[in-house]
């Protein structure tokens, strides 16, 4: 919850390449205070059957940039094994090998303003991710 001296986030993730949220990927928050601050990292949450985190950590008084790190390699591997007999020829099959998946972690980064609520979607499908400020 955002007050008029923080910024809060919010999140969720939907696999597109299956129509459907992603469960249990492991998401991290982390802030700074500045475009040469250090970040700070706050914690992290999992998402939900819905897809979403819904206990991220709040945000300190003073956060300029956020980062949000989603650790999808587990996710996309654990749905590569459910498809690789329905799906034969699927890229995640044909182009993987046993290098894992093509994007292991999804970093996204954005400024925030004091008061704001953001909400940070990530459309992921085994090689390729979109985000974009929700509402």
Same mark, same amino acid.
């Given at each position: 919850?955002?007050? =008029?001296?923080?910024?809060?986030?919010?999140?969720h993730?939907?696999?597109? =390449?299956?129509?459907?949220?992603?469960e249990?990927?492991?998401?991290?928050?982390?802030?700074?205070?500045?475009?040469?601050?250090?970040?700070?990292?706050?914690?992290?949450?999992?998402?939900? !059957? &819905?897809?979403?985190? %819904? &206990?991220?950590?709040?945000?300190?008084? /003073?956060?300029?940039?956020?980062?949000?790190?989603?650790?999808?390699?587990?996710?996309?591997?654990?749905?590569?094994? %459910?498809?690789?007999?329905?799906?034969?020829?699927?890229?995640?099959?044909?182009?993987? /090998? &046993?290098? /894992?998946?093509f994007?292991?972690?999804? !970093?996204?980064?954005?400024?925030? %303003?004091?008061?704001?609520?953001?909400?940070?979607?990530?459309?992921?499908?085994?090689?390729?991710?979109?985000?974009?400020?929700? =509402?």
């Amino acid at each position: 919850m955002s007050t =008029s001296t923080t910024a809060s986030v919010s999140t969720h993730i939907l696999d597109t =390449s299956v129509g459907r949220p992603a469960e249990g990927v492991a998401v991290r928050l982390s802030a700074r205070s500045g475009r040469d601050a250090d970040w700070r990292a706050l914690g992290g949450s999992a998402t939900d !059957a &819905d897809g979403r985190c %819904k &206990d991220l950590p709040a945000l300190p008084e /003073g956060t300029t940039h956020v980062r949000l790190d989603f650790v999808v390699e587990p996710y996309l591997e654990k749905f590569a094994n %459910k498809q690789a007999d329905a799906q034969q020829d699927a890229p995640a099959n044909r182009d993987s /090998g &046993d290098d /894992g998946a093509f994007f292991p972690e999804v !970093a996204i980064t954005f400024a925030v %303003k004091p008061g704001e609520h953001y909400h940070v979607p990530l459309l992921l499908n085994p090689f390729g991710y979109s985000v974009y400020r929700g =509402s």
